[in-house]
């Protein structure tokens, strides 16, 4: 399993278009990964999980996964967290 910290930069935090888009690279892998923000932990393939989280600017998530992809995973998600949209 691999782990990463990132400071969310989207202007906007993950809301509702940036959000799409991280879930839809999530699942364009076949590891199992999750997104965690204040002791609580979704799917990161599920686009309710994700926005439930009500991530914003500035705020620390941390990236989970576990599979054969796992850290190719966590770099494509860390460049959309990353992103300045």
């Given amino acids: 399993m691999r782990e ?22 999530a699942a364009s892998f076949s590891s199992e990964i999750e997104l965690n923000k204040d002791e609580k932990k979704v799917n ?3 686009i309710i999980g994700v ?6 600017k500035g705020q620390s998530v ?6 054969a992809d796992a850290e190719q ?4 998600l860390e460049r959309v967290l990353a992103s300045v949209e």
């Fill in 73 to 76: 995973a966590l770099d494509a």
């Fill in 62 to 67: 941390v990236l989970t996964a576990d599979g």
């Fill in 51 to 56: 926005m439930s989280l009500a991530v914003s």
């Fill in 4 to 25: 990463r910290q990132v400071i969310v930069q989207l202007a906007q935090g993950l809301h509702a278009r940036p959000a799409t888009v991280f879930v839809k690279v």
């Fill in 44 to 46: 990161a393939k599920s």
